[in-house]
């Protein structure tokens, strides 16, 4: 056995095709086509107080990420929550997250997408570093710059994350803690692993409209949704570019696993006073009233 796998700790449990097994020993077939050709779709869910956060988005876009593979749910979106929530108990987590992955199983290799596949689907939970993320948002985060060489259908959440992985390691090296990818006009597209926002000098909050360069962040959508019940925070969904976000006023990114983080510096350069700015906050504090508000109700 890897270090690696030997580094899981044990108790923990996780889900594959039904059952719940010790976490360290559960797996799937070689041959699995999530393996072989990244044939697969996930998602990352954040648990909060033992709570699922915006559980419907991330089971809707399950959805569409599969459909535009051409795979079924492998079960109804209430039966995933049950799991979900199964799992969650399992392995006592308080707050961290849950990842599900499903892809179109195991075949012979063959680049041909085979017809009525057997889908493997499997869960994980694993608990957050709370203290981490607080401090990342009480400090904020550089980010670093970099090509995006990702394909063209960004929008299905595939686990083909190659270029997201390189370039999270390399802003790593950089002392940067995410990368912002760049297309070929010079236009920022999103984080390897988080939606991108900036906030102009007129107080106008700017995030990349959607289409297949980005991924629909569900946290994206829970701040939009947030800005749309107060005044003063004009949202504009549109592409930037490097050179408008160096001269923002402030910067943030969102996504399941942080919420909403500020940025402080983008290559090396401080925005504005270099501090943590108060539009962030405020959308950070909109955007845990609603998801507040939707796990009580
Ligand atoms: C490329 C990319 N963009 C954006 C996001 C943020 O999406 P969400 O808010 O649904 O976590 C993620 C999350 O993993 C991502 O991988």
Same mark, same amino acid.
């Given at each position: 056995?890897?270090?690696?796998?030997?580094?899981?700790?044990? #108790? &923990?449990?996780?889900?594959?095709?039904?059952?719940? !097994? =010790?976490?360290?020993? /559960?797996?799937?077939?070689?041959?699995? $086509? +999530?393996?072989?050709?990244?044939?697969?779709?996930?998602?990352?869910?954040?648990?909060?107080?033992?709570?699922?956060?915006?559980?419907?988005?991330?089971?809707?876009?399950?959805?569409?990420?599969?459909?535009?593979?051409?795979?079924?749910?492998?079960?109804?979106?209430?039966?995933?929550?049950?799991?979900?929530?199964?799992?969650?108990?399992?392995?006592?987590?308080?707050?961290?997250?849950?990842?599900?992955?499903?892809?179109?199983?195991?075949?012979?290799?063959?680049?041909?997408?085979?017809?009525?596949?057997?889908?493997?689907?499997?869960?994980?939970?694993?608990?957050?570093?709370?203290?981490?993320?607080?401090?990342?948002?009480?400090?904020?985060?550089?980010?670093?710059?970099?090509?995006?060489?990702?394909? #063209? &259908?960004?929008?299905?959440?595939?686990?083909?994350? !190659? =270029?997201?992985?390189? /370039?999270?390691?390399?802003?790593?090296? $950089? +002392?940067?803690?995410?990368?912002?990818?760049?297309?070929?006009?010079?236009?920022?597209?999103?984080?390897?692993?988080?939606?991108?926002?900036?906030?102009?000098?007129?107080?106008?909050?700017?995030?990349?409209?959607?289409?297949?360069?980005?991924?629909?962040?569900?946290?994206?959508?829970?701040?939009?949704?947030?800005?749309?019940?107060?005044?003063?925070?004009?949202?504009?969904?549109?592409?930037?570019?490097?050179?408008?976000?160096?001269?923002?006023?402030?910067?943030?990114?969102?996504?399941?696993?942080?919420?909403?983080?500020?940025?402080?510096?983008?290559?090396?350069?401080?925005?504005?006073?270099?501090?943590?700015?108060?539009?962030?906050?405020?959308?950070?504090?909109?955007?845990?009233?609603?998801?507040?508000?939707?796990?009580?109700?």
């Amino acid at each position: 056995m890897s270090n690696h796998r030997r580094s899981f700790p044990s #108790g &923990r449990i996780a889900y594959v095709n039904g059952r719940y !097994l =010790p976490h360290a020993g /559960a797996c799937v077939h070689i041959e699995d $086509r +999530g393996l072989q050709f990244a044939d697969s779709v996930y998602e990352v869910c954040a648990v909060l107080d033992g709570h699922l956060i915006d559980e419907q988005g991330h089971t809707e876009r399950l959805g569409r990420s599969l459909n535009a593979l051409q795979m079924e749910m492998p079960m109804r979106p209430a039966a995933l929550g049950i799991v979900m929530r199964e799992l969650i108990r399992r392995n006592r987590l308080r707050n961290g997250l849950v990842y599900l992955q499903v892809t179109r199983g195991a075949y012979r290799r063959d680049h041909v997408i085979p017809g009525n596949p057997e889908l493997s689907v499997m869960m994980t939970a694993r608990s957050m570093n709370v203290a981490a993320v607080e401090k990342r948002r009480s400090e904020g985060i550089a980010v670093v710059t970099l090509p995006d060489l990702r394909w #063209g &259908r960004c929008d299905i959440k595939t686990t083909g994350l !190659l =270029p997201n992985t390189l /370039a999270k390691s390399e802003a790593r090296k $950089r +002392g940067a803690f995410e990368a912002w990818l760049v297309d070929s006009d010079f236009m920022i597209t999103e984080g390897t692993s988080a939606n991108a926002w900036i906030v102009t000098g007129d107080g106008v909050l700017v995030t990349r409209n959607l289409s297949h360069n980005i991924l629909a962040g569900v946290t994206r959508a829970g701040v939009l949704t947030a800005l749309k019940s107060v005044t003063g925070l004009p949202v504009e969904q549109r592409p930037f570019s490097v050179d408008e976000a160096l001269t923002a006023k402030e910067a943030f990114i969102t996504s399941a696993s942080g919420g909403v983080i500020p940025v402080v510096s983008i290559d090396g350069k401080p925005l504005g006073d270099g501090k943590p700015g108060a539009v962030a906050r405020k959308v950070h504090e909109l955007y845990s009233r609603l998801t507040a508000a939707t796990v009580a109700a």
